[in-house]
Structures are given as structure tokens and as C-alpha cells.
């Protein structure tokens, strides 16, 4: 059975969605070890006063636009799990240009948009528990329709792309839990 949950930090309000997975968290306190978080909202439409948004963009469940100049899809960052069910996902928003976002969005519905080369994005959320992720670069690989994008990021030493490249453990997706648990 999969579960949500809504949670609010000073920064961004992200929502987890999960396998029920309950273990007890060095607090003392039980918590579920959720298999995906998702940023609702790019840092850029977090950041702007809420009295201001509706007029200087839109915010949708996949594509976010601000200021005509900004703009946004959601994706999936997967890391494989090595010793569980997964993968285990950020969703994130990553920004791209205005070409390929309108090519994305003149595909979002064409079952031919999986054959679209994968595109350049900036990531534009802060994921807790990492060095700063906002505007790690990106590669968004369009996926069949109802599918997120997948979110390659770009190999280097970043922790993020570290575990995207070689995976964690169930042991990583509780140390998560706790992070995000904290954050918030």
C-alpha cells in the first residue's frame, strides 16, 4: 500500500511517497523509510512571494513556468537500491531552456517523445542531507507518457551523483528518512 505524506521546511515543501517501510529513528521515534521524495515547486517558484506567483507564472504538476523566462519540468533522479526493492527516487525540477521546454511540452502527450535525444537541465531544488544540489547539471531523458522524465545527473564527485551512479542501501533510504524527518 503506498502512503503520502506532506511535509513543509523553511525552504521547499516536498512530499514522500513510499512502500511502507517503519523502523525506529535514533530520536526514538518510528518512521517510515520512504522509497521517493518530491519536491512540489523548482527553488526559483519556492522563492517568490506567495502574494506575487499568481501573476508572474504557473505552477503545474509536471511544468512550471516564471517570469516567461524560467522554466521548469519535473523529473526523476533513480538510484538503484543494492540490497532492497527500488530504485529509491528524488523528484526534482530542473530547468531548461526555452527550446527545450516548449519541444518537451509539444511531446508531453506523443507516445514518439522517447525517442527524443536526452536534453541539458540545471536542478533546482536543494535535496537536505547533500552538499548543495541546486544547479547541479543535468541530462532529462523523456520516458512513455505517464512517466516522469528520468533525471541523469551529471558523473562526477558530488555525493548525489555518486549514489545515482553505485546505488545504496536500505540502510542509506532510513539515514534519509531521518534527514528529511529533522529537515522539516
Known sequence: MYTASVFQSKAAKYTAWSMASVFQCSCGETLEAFLAWHFDAPAPWASLPENERKNRGLLGAD??????????????????????????????????????????????????????????????????????TLNLRTMVHSRPVGVRPYIEIEPGDHPLALEQRNGITLDRIRAIAEQMHHHR
Do not use: H
Open 63 to 132: 511544468q512550471c513556468i516564471v517570469d516567461d523566462q524560467q522554466f521548469f519540468i519535473r523529473g526523476l533522479v533513480e538510484i538503484p537500491v543494492a540490497d532492497g526493492d527500488g530504485p529509491f527516487a528524488w523528484g526534482v525540477w530542473v530547468s531548461l531552456s526555452k527550446a527545450n521546454f516548449d519541444r518537451t511540452s509539444d511531446l508531453w502527450n506523443d507516445p514518439m517523445r522517447v525517442n527524443e535525444p536526452a536534453c541539458f537541465g540545471w536542478l533546482c531544488n536543494s535535496i537536505p542531507g547533500y552538499p548543495e
